[in-house]
């Protein structure tokens, strides 16, 4: 017995039951091929008041920012980096007179080089995603 070679109407009429196959089943309204994606529901943290970040020592520091991602020092300056998506925000802290040591300055920088407003970083830094 020799087979038939299929005919134009013969694959339109194989595709068309394909397709059907893969239609929302009556009365349900769901495909049977497709699930759904779930959705993320984002949840940013409200960033700090830049100036509650100044003249406080560096456990206060980190209660609102966390642990840096990088713990240096320069001379008597103690310095903290803070990683954004497209920032770095630097926390200084110098020993004050009575031995303690307290943040002095904030620095905002691009990652590209050059300053940028510390309080888009900070939000940045914040809302970073944690190791």
Known sequence: MRSKPLTATGVVLFIAGFLAACAPQAGTGQSTLVSPTPQRTVVLRQAPDPK?????TPQAVEQQLGAPA?????????????????CALLVIFYPEA??????THLDARRLQGGS????????????APRA
Request: aromatic residues 8%; contains cysteine; proline residues 5%.
């Open 52 to 56: 509650s970040l100044i003249g406080v």
């Open 70 to 86: 990088f713990d240096g020092s320069d001379g008597e300056a103690r310095i903290w980096r803070y990683s954004g998506s497209n």
């Open 98 to 103: 009575d031995g303690s040591i307290k943040s």
């Open 116 to 127: 940028t407003p510390i309080e888009p970083c900070l939000r940045e830094v914040v809302n």
